[in-house]
């Protein structure tokens, strides 16, 4: 793989469900190079997870094509290995909750060519994750703790976080950035970062990506979109209010 | 403003080793060879064809884990509970014990049914796998590999305890690991209509699993022995030879089509 | 704990205000060495390209320059040349508020200058007390007033 290839392509991308064909994806084109930490913002429901789902491979789009690292992800043994899906499954998920953490630990090790053992036992520390605990008995916020410290010690050139760290105390947010930034540093990879708490996470993108009713509303350069004198949240705030909402916030 | 005076290393961690400028993608495939890390990986980078076997196998591997350990629980609770039941019945001096319960069907059939269970649930640790990088292919054939192995372990279990108590053949050690194998990719079949998240194909493979189940020809030591002899009314004394090579057939176009089904789950996150 | 970045405005740029002002002060001197890429990332918690391009900037400003191998170091007229810059800037972007809200408030011009000289006054104590003053070259507007 070279490196001048787009660690994501996505080429008109449709993705219906369900017998209702509820419309997911309603033609998204974009590339973000490799390298970058970009953050993926939408309201609940804009297609977020839909498109990340569909870059791990989990679904096939219903039309258009994706190409993960040079190739399409579905299916397809070396693209799975290098793409670290975190994510938090909607409802139920007892099968997942009733492995403790250092089996699922030991299961990345197993299975992800980059796993850093050491790099594991860190983050678990730091994030204080109880090792012997199943992650049904754990509180919220450490089983989001130990999703993370999962994707991060992948490391996966190309790891997706889908708000992992809904249910983290602020404090623990703040180490997991500070994680996140020390790791990307040391071996740089591909990071594409969904989140609602886009004024606290802002700063950690190199671009931005902002996603309404299936589409892509916006793609660019962070900084090149902070010159338009508003912070990402506002921006993301004014593009996404339906008709006739205003957000007039002023301040001092 | 003092920089300066920052502390830069807030994390405290000193990473193993430095990629200056690679983003982990290297030329032929995945993985970041010669990497410290590559030691405390199970299995160290993935390249073309080579990749979904390694990764079948620690699908397997893993599988097994998860399998043997409740197998061997099953196993437990199952001499528990009948010695428990013999020592009523020989204490209350009811009848031969032996001959209400003759272990060479109940063990059988119990044995199968517990594959059944296991054909249900264990398909439904794909997405765990999936989160890890492997493929639907990878984990179907680990999954095709672990219950085979489990099923024979299972009817080699059978085979000490008939041992004991009956006559036992080749044949009948083969049919009863066939028998439990095949129970399990029903299971497994059953649970892909509901995988597929679809009212339809749930109903579907649900009947078609029900319909398997009663039709598995191989004589008499399966619960639908009423229909093994209704199968020998209709056709005629089946050779078992051609009864077992009938039933192995059955199995393995099963096996097959279970993988092919699989290829085709979208996981709902 | 880390610095509040005002995310209205391009992160780049208060990076690089951030080390341009380490350097207007003095913490900073003359072929120092800057924070590394990787400090500076952990000290703002932003992401490495913003750093680069306001380090680079600099660099091309003249305001720092690099040494291969070891990093990005100040110049030696740096402080001359931000002071240069910002001497241009400084009545528009201070003095003329500042009048502006002296006379909002209600202060003459007379008022104003006894209340210039005597924060310049405190402003010289302060520095004199904490034994900041790292002036290197012969500057003697401190005096001039």
Redesign the interface.
């Known amino acids: 793989?070279?490196?001048e290839?787009s660690a994501i392509e996505c080429s008109n991308v449709h993705l219906r469900?369900?017998?209702r064909q509820t419309q997911a994806l309603a033609g998204v084109t974009l590339a973000v190079p490799?390298?970058?930490?970009c953050g993926l913002f939408g309201r609940n429901g804009a297609g977020k997870?839909s498109l990340?789902?569909l870059l791990a491979?989990?679904?096939?789009p219903t039309q258009g094509s994706i190409r993960v690292?040079g190739a399409d992800p579905f299916?397809?043994?070396?693209i799975?290995?290098?793409?670290?899906?975190v994510?938090q499954?909607?409802g139920n998920d007892d099968?997942?909750n009733s492995?403790r953490a250092k089996e699922l630990l030991r299961?990345?090790?197993?299975?992800?060519?980059?796993?850093?053992?050491?790099?594991a036992e860190?983050l678990l520390e730091?994030f204080d994750i109880p090792r012997k605990k199943s992650v049904g008995r754990m509180s919220k916020g450490q089983a989001a703790a130990l999703r993370c410290t999962i994707g991060l010690a992948?490391?996966?050139?190309l790891t997706i976080f889908?708000e992992a760290y809904l249910g983290m105390d602020a404090v623990y947010r703040?180490?997991f950035?500070?994680?996140l930034?020390?790791?990307?540093?040391?071996?740089?990879?591909?990071i594409l970062f969904s989140t609602h708490y886009i004024?606290e996470m802002?700063?950690?993108?190199?671009e931005a990506i902002i996603i309404d009713k299936g589409q892509v509303l916006l793609h660019d350069n962070?900084?090149t979109l902070?010159?338009r004198?508003?912070?990402?949240?506002?921006l993301f705030i004014s593009l996404t209010l339906k008709e006739g909402e205003t957000y007039d916030y002023q301040g001092i | 403003m003092t920089i300066r005076e920052s502390n830069a290393?807030?994390?405290g961690?000193v990473?193993?080793s430095?990629?200056p400028?690679?983003?982990?993608?290297?030329?032929g495939?995945?993985?970041?060879a010669g990497?410290s890390?590559?030691a405390?990986?199970?299995?160290?980078?993935?390249?073309?064809a080579a990749?979904?076997t390694r990764?079948a196998m620690?699908a397997f591997?893993?599988l097994i884990k998860q399998m043997g350990l409740s197998t061997l629980f099953f196993l437990a609770i199952f001499a528990v509970v009948m010695v428990v039941i013999n020592l009523m019945l020989t204490h209350v001096d009811v009848l031969d014990a032996n001959a209400l319960l003759p272990y060479s069907e109940v063990l059988p059939n119990s044995t199968a049914g517990y594959m059944l269970v296991m054909g249900i649930v264990m398909p439904?640790?794909l997405?765990?796998?999936?989160?890890?990088?492997?493929?639907?292919?990878?984990f179907a054939v680990g999954l095709l590999g672990a219950s085979a192995l489990i099923a024979s372990a299972l009817a080699l279990v059978n085979v000490m305890i008939a041992l004991v108590l009956a006559d036992v053949t080749v044949l009948s050690v083969l049919g009863w690991a066939l028998g439990n194998w095949f129970y399990f990719l029903v299971g497994w079949l059953i649970v892909i209509g509901y995988q597929y998240?679809?009212v339809i194909t749930a109903i579907l493979s649900t009947l078609i699993g029900i319909c398997l189940l009663s039709l598995w020809p191989l004589g008499g030591t399966f619960i639908s022995k009423s229909l093994t002899e209704l199968a020998v009314t209709l056709f005629g004394p089946m050779p078992v030879l051609l009864a077992t090579a009938a039933s192995s057939a059955t199995t393995l176009v099963l096996a097959f089509v279970v993988v092919i089904l699989s290829?085709r789950i979208?996981?709902?996150? | 704990m880390q610095p509040t970045?005002d995310?209205?405005?391009?992160?780049?740029l208060q990076v690089k205000e951030a080390i341009e002002g380490d350097i207007l002060t003095g913490r900073l001197g003359p072929d120092d060495q800057i924070p590394s890429?990787?400090q500076l990332?952990?000290f703002?918690?932003?992401?490495?390209?913003?750093v680069h391009?306001g380090v680079s900037q600099l660099a091309e400003e003249g305001i720092v320059y690099k040494k291969r191998g070891l990093g990005m170091f100040v110049s030696a007229d740096a402080r001359a040349l931000l002071r240069r810059r910002y001497q241009g800037s400084f009545e528009r972007e201070h003095l003329a508020p500042l009048v502006r809200q002296a006379r909002l408030l209600g202060i003459d011009k007379q008022e104003l200058q006894e209340l210039l000289n005597r924060s310049w006054a405190t402003a010289l104590d302060t520095d004199r007390d904490t034994d900041r003053d790292t002036d290197r070259d012969t500057d003697k507007g401190d005096e001039r007033l």
Request: glycine share 12%.
């Open positions: 793989m070279r490196a290839v469900y369900g017998w490799q390298g970058a930490i997870t990340m789902a491979g989990f679904r096939r690292l299916e397809n043994p070396e799975s290995a290098q793409v670290a899906f994510y499954k909607q099968i997942y492995f299961l990345g090790a197993t299975m992800r060519p980059n796993w850093d053992v050491a790099y860190h730091r992948s490391r996966a050139p889908d703040k180490v950035i500070d994680e930034l020390a790791d990307y540093l040391a071996h740089p990879r591909t004024g802002e700063r950690l993108f190199s962070a900084d902070r010159e004198g508003k912070t990402l949240q506002d | 290393d807030k994390t961690y990473p193993g430095s990629q400028g690679s983003l982990g993608v290297t030329a495939g995945a993985g970041a990497n890390a590559d405390n990986a199970g299995g160290a980078g993935m390249h073309g990749g979904s990764g620690q591997r893993w439904l640790y997405e765990i796998l999936l989160g890890q990088g492997a493929t639907r292919r990878q998240r679809h290829r979208s996981i709902k996150v | 970045l995310n209205g405005r391009p992160i780049f890429n990787s990332v952990s703002f918690g932003v992401n490495p390209v913003t391009k």
